[in-house]
């Protein structure tokens, strides 16, 4: 699996963890995290949010990008804000999930599998736009300040 590539279900349906960096595991580390700092079991954090332990070791692994709908039970459950990510007001990420869910023919696979290459893009996008930013900031002419 290339750097710029997320989990995704092989020919027997089972997936691989995605690459360091990556959302998936951003948010499995984040969840580790929070399990550490809380001194929480996976299962503890399970009965407490209605996830199930195997979804929990799956995302702490970064097999899998949560849903919104996952993600928000997960951080009920650890009694934490998701970073704001409460209503699709502002946050684009949350925008395109909710549109997605909206439409009833698309399968949760489907919606997964967009999700995945919509969060790729992004995240592609957001590592180009800072790149771009330092790059700027690099060959920016020095500013001279008369006294």
Do not use: C
């Not at 684009?92 to 919606?111: N, T």
């Amino acid at each position: 699996m290339s750097a710029n590539t997320f989990a995704t279900p092989n020919i027997a349906g089972t997936t691989s963890a995605a690459p360091a960096g990556s959302v998936p595991q951003q948010f499995g580390d984040w969840l580790e995290n929070q399990l550490a700092s809380k001194r929480m079991t996976q299962r503890q954090l399970a009965d407490r949010s209605g996830v199930d332990h195997s979804t929990i070791s799956r995302l702490m692994r970064g097999d899998r990008v949560p849903s919104l709908e996952t993600a928000q039970r997960l951080a009920t459950g650890l009694r934490e804000p998701l970073f704001g990510v409460t209503s699709g007001e502002g946050n684009p990420i949350a925008r395109v999930e909710h549109a997605l869910r909206a439409d009833k023919i698309l399968s949760e696979s489907q919606i997964r599998a967009l999700m995945s290459q919509y969060l790729l893009v992004r995240q592609r996008d957001v590592a180009q736009a800072a790149a771009m930013a330092a790059k700027r900031a690099a060959i920016a002419p020095p500013v001279l300040v008369r006294r």
